[in-house]
């Protein structure tokens, strides 16, 4: 377990950034957040403006300066910073490779010229693109399908490279459909989960891409905390410059989400199991079935999911139906 460190969460006001902040700051160490705001939340983080080990710096990381301040005296980094969304990508491929392959570039030299002990980053499973081969191993990708995945193998690239020329510790974890508390429900490249939900607590129909048997490897939030803690505090020289699934060993297709999302919010609205379910046409650079091996991660860092789908969903469910209605 981490403690009385000081570490750096970039994209630290989003969902999943702020979850981490929170995380370690409970563990007494010294957090700093870098944000620029374009996609995090002032609300995520508010709650610690006056907590005395923790430090918000607004900033982008696309600005070399700014991420060479962020990094100093800092022990450990978690860069969770980027524009996420195939989508979104597709629709503007430039600002996506700015974001995603210069900013993390940018934070990759101020990481080394700060002495930063180690440099643990979030990449994605749009890494596999059109690979076939499931379960999915971290050594067996194939040819990327969006500019955001081109995006994320690149900086599984860089990071390979500063391990290699300056003797960077990089850590990346593939993070397979995240989904939690705090995840925003709204906007044109809303996750499928949030965005499930909140429809169906208005009592509207939610329209899936395709036919529903595209399946994902969903993956709470709590899982993705503890592969993070683990990825920062593992001693094994062998995890060092790796990538690592994090992700449940787990799949399921989109109908069988959906008929559990219903499940689980009619206890609170029992007119809500009777919602009809809509399908529109296929997603643009989607890739159709998506599960994670996770063998890697449980020898390596020791890894245990905490949460299967079912778990994490009850408590997704929770959050949303008490903080989003």
């Given at each position: 377990?981490?403690?009385?460190?000081?570490?750096?969460i970039t994209g630290g006001a989003g969902?999943?950034?702020?979850?981490?902040?929170?995380?370690?700051?409970?563990?007494?160490?010294?957090?700093?957040?870098?944000?620029?705001?374009?996609?995090?939340?002032?609300?995520?983080?508010?709650?610690?403006?006056?907590?005395?080990?923790?430090?918000?710096?607004?900033?982008?990381?696309?600005?070399?300066?700014?991420?060479?301040?962020?990094?100093?005296?800092?022990?450990?980094?978690?860069?969770?910073?980027?524009?996420?969304?195939?989508?979104?990508?597709?629709?503007?491929?430039?600002?996506?490779?700015?974001?995603?392959?210069?900013?993390?570039?940018?934070?990759?030299?101020?990481?080394?010229?700060?002495?930063?002990?180690?440099?643990?980053?979030?990449?994605?499973?749009?890494?596999?693109?059109?690979?076939?081969?499931?379960?999915?191993?971290?050594?067996?990708?194939?040819k990327p399908l969006s500019p955001y995945?081109?995006?994320?193998?690149?900086?599984?690239?860089?990071?390979?490279?500063?391990?290699?020329n300056y003797g960077l510790e990089c850590?990346?974890?593939?993070?397979?459909?995240?989904?939690?508390?705090?995840?925003?429900?709204?906007?044109?490249?809303?996750?499928?989960?949030?965005?499930?939900?909140?429809?169906?607590?208005?009592?509207?129909?939610?329209?899936?891409?395709?036919?529903?048997?595209?399946?994902?490897?969903?993956?709470?939030?709590?899982?993705?905390?503890?592969?993070?803690?683990?990825?920062?505090?593992?001693?094994?020289?062998?995890?060092?410059?790796?990538?690592?699934?994090?992700?449940?060993?787990?799949?399921?297709?989109?109908?069988?989400?959906?008929?559990?999302?219903?499940?689980?919010?009619?206890?609170?609205?029992?007119?809500?199991?009777?919602?009809?379910?809509?399908?529109?046409?296929?997603?643009?650079?989607?890739?159709?079935?998506?599960?994670?091996?996770?063998?890697?991660?449980?020898?390596?860092?020791?890894?245990?999911?905490?949460?299967?789908?079912?778990?994490?969903?009850?408590?997704?469910?929770?959050?949303?139906?008490?903080?989003?209605?």
């Open positions: 377990m981490l403690t009385n460190k000081k570490i750096l969902f999943i950034g702020s979850n981490l902040v929170d995380y370690f700051i409970a563990k007494n160490n010294y957090i700093t957040c870098l944000d620029n705001f374009a996609t995090g939340k002032r609300e995520n983080i508010a709650h610690l403006k006056d907590h005395k080990n923790f430090k918000l710096i607004e900033g982008d990381i696309r600005d070399l300066d700014t991420c060479k301040k962020a990094c100093q005296d800092v022990d450990y980094i978690l860069h969770q910073a980027a524009l996420g969304s195939v989508p979104r990508s597709i629709n503007d491929p430039i600002t996506t490779n700015s974001v995603n392959i210069d900013g993390f570039l940018n934070m990759l030299v101020a990481s080394r010229d700060a002495n930063v002990k180690r440099f643990v980053y979030a990449a994605s499973s749009s890494t596999y693109g059109d690979s076939e081969t499931l379960p999915k191993v971290e050594d067996k990708i194939g995945a081109v995006t994320k193998y690149v900086n599984e690239l860089y990071a390979h490279v500063f391990g290699l850590i990346g974890l593939r993070y397979f459909n995240v989904y939690g508390r705090r995840q925003d429900p709204n906007g044109a490249y809303a996750a499928a989960i949030p965005k499930f939900c909140m429809q169906l607590m208005k009592h509207e129909s939610p329209v899936i891409n395709g036919d529903g048997t595209n399946s994902r490897d969903f993956t709470y939030i709590d899982n993705v905390l503890q592969m993070n803690e683990l990825a920062l505090a593992t001693t094994n020289p062998k995890a060092i410059g790796e990538v690592f699934n994090t992700a449940v060993g787990e799949r399921t297709d989109l109908n069988q989400l959906l008929s559990l999302l219903k499940a689980f919010l009619a206890k609170h609205a029992p007119q809500i199991a009777n919602i009809e379910i809509i399908h529109g046409p296929e997603r643009k650079g989607d890739i159709p079935h998506s599960l994670a091996s996770i063998d890697k991660a449980k020898t390596m860092l020791g890894f245990a999911p905490s949460h299967n789908l079912e778990k994490g969903l009850k408590e997704a469910v929770e959050w949303y139906w008490h903080n989003l209605k």
